[in-house]
T-cell receptor
Framework: DAGVIQSPRHEVTEMGQEVTLRCKPI?????LFWYRQTMMRGLELLIYFNNNVPIDDSGMPEDRFSAKMPNASFSTLKIQPSEPRDSAVYFC?????????????FGEGSRLTVL | GESVGLHLPTLSVQEGDNSIINCAYSNSASDYFIWYKQESGKGPQFIIDIRSNMDKRQGQRVTVLLNKTVKHLSLQIAATQPGDSAVYFCAEMRETSGSRLTFGEGTQLTVNP
């Protein structure tokens, strides 16, 4: 059974470029989360969707960040324009209400480096 | 000036020993507390959760203890194995916020053979 699939696994880009990270949640899961992990700030929730609808985007740093979930099997996180301080590992996770409380299934992450 | 990253608490144990990883929390309104394990280069992996009205829950080789009086949570791993080496995060959740988790800073567990 495939887990959460993220792409790309690694991306190196230059400041000012647009970055798009992609996520395919586990089939049948109705909640999707985007987290960012850095040494300075740990794991931070950026945004989460329930049934493809954004529920809480209060963690999105600023207008340069946007996230979409056009259907139940795909989500994107876009950064435009990117800045060096956006360098981090971005995780996507999904969950289903029938699972244990707080049980999220994380992808392996997309490591972003902005030069 | 130069930025300094978080200095993760560390715990080093011998293979076969029991490990205890601690976490302090501040939000008395949390409904659940959860432990995650993150191996190098991978995403966090759910271990076990405990509802706030409980004080102990056991899983396979793991036990979570919750002390609401002092707002303290611990994860005990029995007979620690090299494969247990990872960063362990505690997290909290309120039912009114859906499945939104707030993670703590993590503890690096190293198991020596």
């Amino acid at each position: 059974d495939a887990g959460v699939i993220q792409s790309p696994r690694h991306e190196v880009t230059e400041m000012g470029q647009e970055v798009t990270l992609r996520c395919k949640p586990i089939s049948g899961h109705n909640s999707l989360f985007w987290y960012r992990q850095t040494m300075m700030r740990g794991l931070e929730l950026l945004i989460y969707f329930n049934n493809n609808v954004p529920i809480d985007d209060s963690g999105m740093p600023e207008d340069r960040f946007s996230a979409k979930m056009p259907n139940a099997s795909f989500s994107t996180l876009k950064i435009q324009p990117s800045e060096p301080r956006d360098s981090a590992v971005y995780f996507c996770a999904s969950s289903h209400p029938g699972q244990g409380a707080g049980e999220l299934f994380f992808g392996e992450g997309s490591r972003l480096t902005v030069l | 000036g130069e930025s300094v990253g978080l200095h993760l608490p560390t715990l080093s144990v011998q293979e076969g020993d029991n490990s205890i990883i601690n976490c302090a929390y501040s939000n008395s309104a949390s409904d659940y507390f959860i432990w995650y394990k993150q191996e190098s280069g991978k995403g966090p992996q759910f271990i076990i959760d405990i509802r706030s009205n409980m004080d102990k829950r056991q899983g396979q080789r793991v036990t979570v203890l919750l002390n609401k009086t002092v707002k303290h949570l611990s994860l005990q791993i029995a007979a620690t194995q090299p494969g247990d080496s990872a960063v362990y995060f505690c997290a909290e959740m309120r039912e009114t916020s859906g499945s939104r988790l707030t993670f703590g800073e993590g503890t690096q567990l190293t198991v020596n053979p």
